[in-house]
């Protein structure tokens, strides 16, 4: 018998199985629970800016923008963390600053964005506040160029996620895949089913006549 893909087929295995989709969608959601932490607390996020300008020169201006472009890497060294961990006034280690700090430049303007996330929203503050300052004071001992500064200081922090939704978030989409895990697994059952379904299957599309059929189960008159 010729393979077919055959929807009707596909459909009404579905259709019947519908329980065991509903089954398998439950447990994925219970797997969900367990696996996500209910007290996944909220996190923030605090951003400051440096620039670079010179007024002596457009020449020391480029060559702060440069210096930025080569040097943005060093935002998140471990040296840059130590002498921003001495600026806080609460004691924080270095690697919790390397984790919390990210930093992203622009080859459009010559600004450099530091943002540092934490589930305290004061910390998040203090440690991109002083990531800046010691950031800018590695440059310039590394250059001897004066002409990268600070432009914005963060004042406050953002929510950055909720603890909450993100939770909600993963058991949704464990549920999903829970779902369409147990579609997919019926329907290939169902594809390579060699049994016939319906009385084409056994015609080859028409091109014989059926005679009859022996039904599964016994009728009743």
């Known amino acids: 018998m010729e393979f077919q893909i055959n929807f009707q087929k596909i459909f ?5 199985n519908f329980y065991f989709i509903i089954i398998a969608t439950i447990l994925s959601i219970i797997i969900g629970v367990v ?3 209910t007290n996944t607390p909220d996190t923030y996020a605090a951003t400051a800016t440096i620039y670079s300008a010179s007024y002596v020169s457009y020449r020391d201006s480029m060559e702060g923008r440069n210096a930025i472009m080569l040097y ?3 935002v998140r060294s471990r040296k840059v963390a130590e002498r921003a ?3 806080i006034s609460h004691e924080i280690r270095p690697e919790q600053i390397m984790g919390m700090v990210t930093a992203s430049f622009s080859e459009n303007s010559t600004l450099l964005t530091i943002r540092a996330v934490s589930v305290n929203a004061e910390t998040a503050v203090a440690v991109v506040n002083a990531v800046a300052t010691a ?5 310039v001992n590394v250059t001897a160029m004066e002409g990268v500064k600070i ?3 963060a004042n406050r922090a953002q929510l950055h996620s909720s603890g909450n939704s993100s939770s909600n ?6 549920a ?3 779902a369409v895990l147990s579609i997919v697994i019926i329907g290939c059952i169902s594809l390579f089913d060699k049994r016939a379904a319906f009385p084409n299957e056994l015609t080859l599309g028409g091109q014989i006549e059926l005679i009859g059929a022996i039904p599964s189960k016994n009728i009743k008159t």
């Open 169 to 174: 978030r993963t058991r949704m989409i464990i």
């Open 35 to 37: 696996m996500t932490n």
């Open 151 to 153: 432009l914005d200081i």
């Open 176 to 178: 999903l895949g829970g």
């Open 85 to 87: 961990s001495s600026l």
């Open 12 to 16: 009404d295995a579905l259709i019947s």
């Open 72 to 74: 943005v890497d060093i």
């Open 135 to 139: 950031f800018v004071q590695e440059v």
